[in-house]
């Protein structure tokens, strides 16, 4: 099996804006390899989170194919990228997104539910998980009444809830203050570790993307090593 989880090639994303092009991406090549910790750095505008919209399959890219677990996945239709995204990826966001009707147990099951898994075996491993990040006392309080160090803890637990061999994070820790922004990229290398998981992240804090196995910078819509 190859090592590769998630790639792509001479990937390209080009916006149309006022009657001219703005090429964000210029044929970009990336592999990221299991386990692998991924930093991905640039200025605002630089195209970062259009890069992770497209390695996720939440948008089409203009020219080029990005693969996960070895499929063409942007070749995929609708459905079956849907079926893989649910799969092998996981996505934190620097904003929680989770439901607010619902408790942090029931958020945190429900990618599970969407793989049609028992309810009571998805709220099983969802409130294993919470445990697992400290969780474990707010099972059934919903987001407006954790913090946001919880909220995001919350997050991670619901990205990692059914052992994706990928997770996206963009800005994961921007919405944190120093001490809490710490605390859950700490969780989120520790479970990257122990489910070996590859972690692709962007990040502005240069504290946090030293830590990680490597440091690219998109800039003038390509990757450099940094």
Known sequence: MSNVVLSCEKLTKIFSDVGRELKILDEIDLSVARGEVLAIIGQSGSGKSTLMHLLGGLDEPSGGTVS????????????????LRNVHLGFIYQFHHLLPEFTAQENVAMPLLLRRQAAAQAEAQAAELLERVGLGER????????????????????????????????????????????????????????????????THDPQLAARADRCLELREGRLHSH
């Open 68 to 83: 996960l677990a070895g499929e063409p996945f942007s070749r995929l239709g609708a459905q079956r990228r849907g079926a």
């Open 139 to 202: 099972l059934a309080h919903k987001p407006g009444e954790l913090s946001g160090g919880e909220r995001q803890r919350a997050a991670v637990a619901r990205a990692l809830v059914s052992r994706p061999r990928c997770v996206l994070a963009d800005e994961p820790t921007g919405n944190l203050d120093a001490r809490n922004a710490r605390a859950v990229f700490d969780l989120m290398l520790e479970l990257n570790r122990e489910l070996d998981t590859s972690l692709v992240l962007v």
